[in-house]
């Protein structure tokens, strides 16, 4: 499992997702169309903190009953619990629902976020189904595909696989960053130079926001500013 220094880790929680897609790009010396989601997200409160951690990575169900009997059906939502719950963390939970894009049982809800918060889960992503806005534990962050009222069918079918949500793929352990935006995954040999990265990138902007932001700018002060962060390294 790859692992994180707590530099790193405090330096990712302090960076939003966008700012975290660029700083991947200046490590990896160019742009990228991978590793990250593609279609909007919604979130249980948009005012929280990125989401960082490893994924602990599972599949649901709604729109049909399990096919199991109801005590396998519930050994492995144990299961389930003590999977995310391993590790040193932080973990995130993953989860795809493989009814996408016809999403109708809400996994998430009061009763979850109270247990994995509990658990020490550090959030959710997830292109299921979120309910029970307005009553959710605080501090909580889960992102998710859609809001809904009910829980439907809804039940684990798989754990610890690849999963792929809002057409990103996902492998267990990826170190993951996710906020209102949508989320990324920081491939394992970029992760110790991160901290690095989100400082670069966030300097490189200051030139050309703080004369974009003065009275009097023009095209030839546009210039010098992108100059300016051109020699930042």
């Known amino acids: 499992m790859p692992t994180i220094s707590p530099e ?34 919604v979130c249980a409160d948009p005012g929280l903190p990125p989401v960082v951690g490893f994924a602990r990575t599972a599949k649901i169900r709604a729109s049909s009953p ?15 619990y003590e999977y995310v719950a391993a590790g040193e ?27 994995h918060k509990g658990l020490g889960i550090a959030g959710t992503l997830t292109n299921g189904v979120l309910r029970d806005l307005g009553m959710l534990d605080e501090g909580y ?20 696989c690849p999963v792929t949500v809002f057409g990103m793929s996902v492998r267990p352990d990826d170190l993951i960053h996710a906020d209102r935006h949508g989320a990324v995954v920081i491939p394992a040999d970029h992760i110790q ?9 966030m300097r490189k902007e200051v030139p050309i926001l703080s004369a974009a932001r003065a009275p ?3 095209i030839e002060k546009l210039k010098q500013a992108w100059l300016e962060a051109d020699e930042i390294k």
């Open 66 to 80: 399990a096919q199991k009997p109801a005590a396998e059906v519930r050994a492995l939502r144990m299961k389930y």
């Open 89 to 115: 963390g932080p973990n995130v939970v993953v989860i795809e629902d493989t009814d996408w894009p016809h999403v109708i049982g809400g996994f998430w809800g009061e009763m979850q976020v109270a247990q």
């Open 8 to 41: 790193t880790l405090a330096a990712l929680r302090k960076a939003d997702t966008p700012t975290v897609c660029n700083a991947l790009e200046h490590v990896m010396g160019g742009r990228t169309a991978e590793g990250f989601t593609k279609t909007p997200v």
């Open 193 to 201: 130079r991160m901290a690095w990265a989100i400082d670069v990138v």
């Open 216 to 218: 009097g700018f023009t």
């Open 141 to 160: 962050q889960v992102i998710a595909g859609a809001v809904g009222p009910s829980h439907a069918f809804v039940h684990v079918t798989e754990l610890d």
